[in-house]
């Protein structure tokens, strides 16, 4: 099974809809981050959460929200989807104490549409 | 400026050759490296990282960082269709504590 999970793989929206990304990780790690994909910009930071009681916006937060529900579980919500939010969305997990401690895991990624 | 730049690409490089990945930073509180590799529609996967001034090996990869210069490359040798991919270079530590900075990625063709 893999060790960080992604639901849905795939989603079609309507501008003006709320959604939300589940993301859910076997590997114990209290690190948790979202990230979007847009061709041609690399990967860009939307929050992070080193623990369940920490959450931190990142680059590009506006439009976005989050909830740390377990250590296990990081969702990301889309409260009022515009075109603009279409783009591959990951999320990635960190344990700051192994070696090479800021190695983050990736989901498969979620694949967002608003149209 | 972008915190981590890499060379924009793409790069295309024949079956058996060494292809040769480069990548910048601006923050000198940097303490490591990483890259990534990304097929098409797939999630990043990791290559190696490194810490250390010098080279590191890891069979046909070599990553290399120069904290003086600031820099950061990934060799691969005997490069094969399969290594065809995007690749990411990205930066930990300094003001990114705890958090990675990524590049926009180079995307690497192998051809036969």
């Known amino acids: 099974d893999a060790d960080v999970t992604q639901t849905p793989r795939n989603r079609i929206t309507k501008t003006g809809k709320r959604i939300m990304l589940e993301c859910s990780q076997t590997?114990?790690?209290?690190?948790m981050y979202w990230y979007r994909q847009d061709p041609g910009l690399g990967l860009r930071l939307i929050y992070y959460?080193?623990?369940?009681?920490?959450?931190n916006k990142g680059e590009i937060s506006d439009g976005y929200s989050v909830s740390r529900q377990a250590q296990a579980k990081f969702s990301l919500s889309l409260e009022s989807a515009i075109p603009n939010q279409t783009a591959l969305y990951f999320c990635?997990?960190?344990?700051?104490?192994?070696?090479?401690?800021?190695?983050?895991?990736f989901g498969p990624g979620t694949r967002l549409t608003v149209l | 400026q972008k915190e981590v730049e890499q060379n924009s690409g793409p790069l295309s490089v024949p079956e058996g050759a060494i292809a040769s990945l480069n990548c910048t930073y601006s923050?000198?509180?940097?303490?490591?490296f990483f890259w990534y590799r990304q097929y098409s529609g797939k999630s990043p996967e990791l290559i190696m990282f490194?810490?250390?001034?010098g080279d590191k090996e890891d069979g046909r990869f070599t990553a290399q960082l120069n904290k003086a210069s600031q820099y950061v490359s990934l060799l691969i040798r005997d490069s094969q269709p399969s290594d065809s991919a995007t690749y990411l270079c990205?930066?930990?530590?300094?003001?990114?504590?705890?958090?990675?900075?990524f590049g926009q990625g180079t995307i690497l063709t192998v051809h036969p």
């Open positions: 990635a997990t960190s344990d700051p104490l192994r070696q090479g401690a800021d190695t983050q895991y």
């Open positions: 590997k114990g790690h209290d690190r």
């Open positions: 959460s080193f623990d369940v009681k920490d959450i």
């Open positions: 923050d000198r509180g940097s303490q490591s």
């Open positions: 490194i810490y250390s001034n």
């Open positions: 990205a930066g930990a530590g300094g003001t990114s504590y705890g958090k990675l900075t």
